[in-house]
């Protein structure tokens, strides 16, 4: 979030980020520990601890949940609160099989989104203490959040919040076929076997094409993904079935072997 949102963070509420790196997105509490170790001097403070799950740069990876508990621990030892952005934690949960309710358990307050994988057109949902969600709702008024007629979008987010989670698996499915296909049509770009949840990162730059370039010709054969950090981005949900991924593959094979050839030709 520290670089997206136009750094509404840094700008509205005053946070200044400390970003930690890890493997596909997923911390180990060692970093976190270093992190969190006093600084001598009391300047560098930290006081909220977030992790991502899934973690969409990581590749839509999954943090376990002992990885997760092992991170709450050292939060605690630390007395840092840890806020969980969930913002696909069906997803990760349909992966790994952890109920979304523990993955809540080991943190101070999360948020998912009932759009995404749940498939509802908008909105996303805060949990925590009751305390905590009277203070956020102030908040949310206070930055321009209030709005008296969400029922409408709230009745489409109880739908997603029955439905969405067990359709997950499908597009999980699907986003290995597909992953499947892109590596066979473009090899060196990615690696399937990454591919846990609904999202597959095509790394063009690696196979010397230009991610921008290719996602342009995909959009003009009518295949629409985007480019997340530098990489093709393609998700699967509820509007792409298993036969809208099997017509991709030939695209996405049709477009990369034009690119090559132009590159080649130049
Ligand atoms: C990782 C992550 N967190 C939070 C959000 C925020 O979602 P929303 O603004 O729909 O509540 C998004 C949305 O794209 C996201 O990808």
């Not at 970003?19 to 300047?43: F, H, K, N, W």
């Not at 990454?194 to 790394?203: C, I, L, P, R, S």
């Not at 949900?237 to 990369?256: N, S």
């Amino acid at each position: 979030m520290a670089t997206t949102e136009v750094s509404t963070s840094a700008i509205l509420s005053g946070i200044a980020f400390h970003r930690m790196v890890g493997e596909r997105g997923i911390l180990s509490a060692e970093q976190v520990a270093a992190t969190l170790q006093p600084d001598p001097y009391g300047v560098e403070v930290v006081d909220l601890l977030e992790v991502e799950n899934t973690h969409q740069v990581g590749g839509g990876s999954v943090v376990p949940i002992d990885d997760l508990r092992a991170i709450r621990k050292v939060g605690l030892e630390a007395n840092v609160p840890l806020y969980l952005d969930g913002a696909r934690i069906f997803n990760a949960s349909a992966a790994s099989g952890t109920p979304v309710a523990e993955y809540a358990g080991e943190v101070d307050a999360l948020m998912f989104c009932l759009s995404k994988g749940l498939g509802a057109p908008i909105g996303s949902v805060l949990c925590g203490s009751a305390a905590f969600v009277e203070d956020a709702r102030r908040t949310k008024i206070l930055i321009g959040g209030a709005w008296r007629q969400a029922g409408i979008m709230a009745a489409a987010g109880l739908i997603a919040l029955e439905e969405g989670p067990k359709r997950l698996p499908e597009d999980h499915a699907n986003a290995r076929r597909l992953a499947d296909g892109l590596a066979e049509g473009a090899p060196g770009s990615l690696d399937p076997t990454q591919v846990e949840t609904n999202m597959v990162f095509a790394d063009v730059a690696a196979i010397g094409l230009e991610p921008f370039d290719v996602l342009e010709r995909l959009r003009a054969a009518g295949l629409l993904a985007n480019v997340v950090a530098g990489k093709v981005r393609f998700l699967t949900h509820r509007d792409v079935d298993a036969g809208d991924v099997e017509r991709a593959i030939p695209v996405w094979r049709r477009v990369i072997d034009e690119a090559r050839h132009e590159r080649r030709g130049r």
